[in-house]
């Protein structure tokens, strides 16, 4: 399986981003699509996945802000970012979880700043 993540860049605080995450290869129908973040100096977390069953789980921190959806023909994974505050500025990454494995795509940067 290979994820391919877009969608990060520069935005001021208060704007909004949205990333994109394709997967391709062997796909299961049942898995879980998800962003995680690893800011400077800090732990990696997750920020948000969603079941292809539609079932969603956020972190607090960004509950009310992010919305994570997906569209199961297509494999992918979104993440729309509103009111980005500069805590939000990290590295994203795109993650898949079937049949007990977790995979990754390569990061995309997120920074907030004025």
């Known amino acids: 399986v290979q994820l391919q993540a877009s969608g990060g860049g520069l935005v001021q605080p208060g704007g909004s981003l949205r990333l994109s995450c394709a997967a391709s290869?062997?796909?299961?129908?049942?898995?879980?699509m998800g962003w995680y973040r690893q800011a400077p100096g800090k732990q990696c977390e997750l920020v948000a996945s969603?079941?292809?069953?539609?079932?969603?789980n956020y972190a607090d921190s960004v509950k009310g802000r992010f919305t994570i959806s997906r569209e199961n023909a297509k494999n992918t994974v979104f993440l729309q970012m509103n009111s980005l505050q500069p805590e939000d500025t990290a590295v994203y990454y795109c993650?898949?979880?079937?049949?007990?494995?977790?995979?990754w795509g390569q990061g995309t940067p997120v920074t907030v700043s004025s």
């Open positions: 969603v079941t292809t069953g539609g079932n969603t």
């Open positions: 290869g062997s796909m299961r129908s049942i898995n879980t």
């Open positions: 993650n898949l979880i079937q049949a007990l494995r977790a995979y």
